[in-house]
């Protein structure tokens, strides 16, 4: 046995390169050309082939060290190949041996005939080396039943106290049968599954000798060439992988997909055969917590109850929009951290200056409530404020600033909640957003809204005052920042003039999202709101 240290061959433009993914481990046995780890420069990902068979004995580098050409990354023990400067006669000895030790059954049926022995047409597979005899549990199963695999396919994953570890199919073929299942637990030599192999020789064999009289050595020393790195760029996909949709992954990219939650199967890798990489993860993480609600993100299960053991039952089927609606709050909630600012407002001043227009409102035939003027007063202070304005771009590097106020209003109706549209509140009188809140809410109820109606705005405003209650912390509706919940008036002492005296408080409550506004802003924006409800000449200025 010798040592060999096994350093970074070279990586041609690229100076330093980061380590991503380690794909072996210490006492693990490895073939010529198997992939030993996983290098990421600037623009591609490349996999590190052996350029020997051996056993690993120790890992010169971690995940996420930066290595260049000729830096060390471990060492292999290999089998001494005997002496080269024999005569030829001698020669043959030592070479069988060598054979001997890779591959002691098809050695011997290549020796006894000039001709490559034939691939049984049935082969059990069985679990490698793992280097102990500990049991270690399958957690993943990725074939089935009559599923073709090529060579190299990954066909389950397991998983000790320290590391997954994917378990490639030796043989391309077909699955005649499968001998595990999840949860198993497996050891070095268990079988796994039976295969129809195809024609091909499997990877372990040793080149195919051919009819013409060669001598033996000839067969073991010509050992090909070590395949240079694959660049993610340019490597070819592996056939059949588009059909089969099998997953290619390695150990650290399944356990961050656990981690995550997420189905690697959903997942379209895009490094070399289709590999599923960190970073393929991570943008399948982000497009789902800023998906639209129509795409399903699911919400957190709870084990179901078999309830009628308690008592008499009924099952009632949710409507679709209520489903929608539970899904879209579920991933704002989760997506937003929320601050909810409370404040209560006088508007004493504002319900006596609404009473004063209602004989104005009869002849105009519009019914004026509280909320053209909440509209009114919102709008005002976006544009006072315009960093609630705004929405997030989903990357993190940048606010999207509109240079439009659009305000949403939220409307219960039977099948459940809606939320229409008020175009360019800003630019509108109160007489113009009361008839446009009394249009909408009709629609609304009867079902007539567009969708057109009830996309594009700014902010919106949940008004739970003609039901009750001293204050809520309403959901921010994703992408905007942030939300107004209005509760109901009530009749509270406020020390005037050195007195108590009745006056008209509203309660609110400004839920935003700190990702993009601020503890400082939140009051602000609160205190200049109430302001404006609290005199309404305010809203004239």
Known sequence: MSIENIKVPDLGDSSEVEVIELLVSVGQSVEENDSLLVLESDKAAMEIPAPMAGVVKSISVNLGDQVSTGSEM???????????????????????????????????????????????????????????????????????????????????????????????????????????????????????AKILASAAADKQEVPTVKQEAQPVEATVSSRPAPAPPQAVASAPATPGYESSKKVYAGPAVRKMARELGVDLGQIKGSGAKFRILKEDVLKFVKSRLNAPASQGVSLSTVPDIDFSQFGEIEEVQRSKLHKLISVNMQ????????????????????????????????????????????????????????????SLHSSGEYIIQKKYVHIGMAVATETGLVVPVIRNADQKSIWQLAEEVIELSNKAKNRKLTADEMQGACFTISSLGAIGGTGFIPIVNAPEVAILGVGKTDIKPVYIGGEFVPRKVLPITLSYDHKVVNGVDGGLFATYLGKLLSDVRHLAL
């Open 74 to 192: 471990l060492s292999l023990e290999i089998a001494e190949s005997g002496s080269q400067d024999s005569a030829p006669e001698e020669e043959s000895a030592p070479a069988v041996e060598l054979m001997k030790e890779e591959e002691p059954t098809k050695v011997a049926e290549t020796a006894s005939s000039p001709i490559a022995a034939p691939v049984p047409i049935s082969q059990t597979i069985e679990v490698p080396d793992l280097g102990s005899d500990d049991e270690i549990e399958i957690i993943e199963i990725h074939i089935k039943q009559k599923d073709s695999i090529e060579v190299d396919d990954v066909l389950i994953t397991l998983e000790s106290d320290k590391a997954a570890m994917d378990v490639p199919a030796p043989y391309a073929g077909v699955i005649e049968s499968l001998l595990v299942a999840v949860g198993d637990k497996v050891k070095t030599g268990s079988p796994i």
């Open 331 to 390: 991933r704002n909630w989760n997506s937003v951290p929320h601050v909810a600012q409370f404040n209560e407002v006088d508007v004493t001043d504002l319900e006596e200056f609404r009473a004063g227009l209602k004989g104005e409102a009869e002849r105009r035939d519009v019914r004026l409530t509280f909320l053209p003027f909440l509209l009114k007063a919102c709008a005002k202070a976006l544009l006072e404020y315009p960093q609630f304005n705004v």
